[in-house]
């Protein structure tokens, strides 16, 4: 395949237009001094974007005189959008920032927020599918050959060195969950902080593969423009600042954190909560880095190179205009 739209990543969904409340130590903000922020992110809230919740509902973005509105959509469309100043931010991966830059879009991913890629291959435990190689012969399935699940398929079976002839890999939309329980694939590629932790409330033991352990692959982060970063970079600072703050609270404070974003999430009940808690925690594991927000020169040269020698991109590009890291606190 030679080239690759700009695809919805389906693991960043959060909510929309949500007014920030204070921080109890914060000075009062009028909001007429905010200055207002579209925020494009995914579909619908869900607590894996606990940290932009807790940016609002502690007030990080209120004191650094922000009012941000989470919009939900497809991350195509927020990237386009951004690319245009249509836009001042989005949330966005770093497979989406080279597939926007190989079409010319000018946006610039400025702070990490996850440190590995949230993507792999699981199979329930008797399968004994364990590692790559394993999967030789077998049917995967995956919900289509687009988006942060193909992606990452091509990456694992390219760093893996897997003949991806020898498997049968199925298009089976978002039923990874019941596909495997149901026997009709033997594993499917999944979100590591998603369909893992429903078999496992299930009781089903799973092993899961992860492509972050064979490809440092870039991950979802923040991404704006190369206009506003050069006409109003104080701005960008602000709000690298205040959602690097949600990040940190969120791991510091994983409960409060899941209280917080709990009336961000209408349609969470009593009953899903436990699972809930469950697929933070396993969030969480995914954002930790001993340097917040800071990107990997070595990661974006990785992960062009094998998107380009994959065929998801035409040509080899520099990756050096498609990230920085001088918003990043101490940076």
Not at 92 to 102: E, P
Not at 110 to 117: A, F
Not at 261 to 285: E, W
Request: aromatic share 10%; hydrophobic share 45%.
């Amino acid at each position: 395949m030679k080239k690759l739209s700009i695809i919805l990543t389906a693991f960043v969904i959060l909510l929309a237009a949500c007014a920030p409340k204070p921080a109890p130590t914060a000075e009062p903000v009028s909001p007429q001094t905010l200055t207002h922020i579209d925020l494009g992110v995914g579909f619908v809230p869900n607590i894996q974007f606990a940290p932009f919740y807790v940016a609002q509902a502690k007030g990080f973005y209120a004191a650094e005189g922000l009012d941000v509105s989470l919009e939900h959509g497809f991350e195509n469309d927020f990237v386009a959008l951004t690319a245009q100043g249509e836009r001042q931010f989005a949330i966005a991966s770093g497979d989406q920032v080279i597939l926007a830059r190989s079409q010319g879009l000018p946006v610039v991913y400025v702070m990490k927020w996850y440190e590995k890629y949230p993507v792999g291959v699981a199979a329930l435990a008797d399968s004994g599918i364990k590692t790559p190689t394993d999967l030789n012969g077998r049917t995967v399935g995956i919900p289509g050959r687009f988006g942060a699940s193909f992606v990452a398929w091509k990456g694992l079976v390219y760093a893996a060195g897997v003949d991806e002839t020898s498997i049968n890999l199925q298009e089976i939309g978002f039923t990874q969950a019941e596909a495997l329980n149901q026997g009709t694939v033997d594993a499917a590629v999944v979100y590591l902080a998603n369909e893992p932790v429903q078999l496992a409330a299930e009781g089903k033991s799973v092993n899961v593969i992860q492509v972050s352990d064979y490809l440092n692959l870039v991950s979802n982060g923040i991404v704006t423009n190369e206009k506003l970063i050069a006409e109003n970079p104080e701005l960008v600072a602000k709000m690298v600042r205040a959602s690097l703050k949600g990040v940190q609270y969120t791991i510091d404070h994983p409960d409060e954190a899941f209280e917080l974003s709990r009336q961000f999430i209408p349609d969470m009940t009593d009953a899903d909560a436990p699972t809930q808690k469950k697929v933070l925690a396993a969030s969480i594991a995914l954002w930790k880095s001993e340097r917040f927000g800071v990107s990997d020169p070595q990661a974006w040269a990785a992960s062009v190179a094998f998107m380009h020698e994959s065929g998801l991109i035409d040509t080899d590009m520099n990756p050096d205009k498609m990230f920085t890291n001088r918003f990043v606190v101490g940076e």
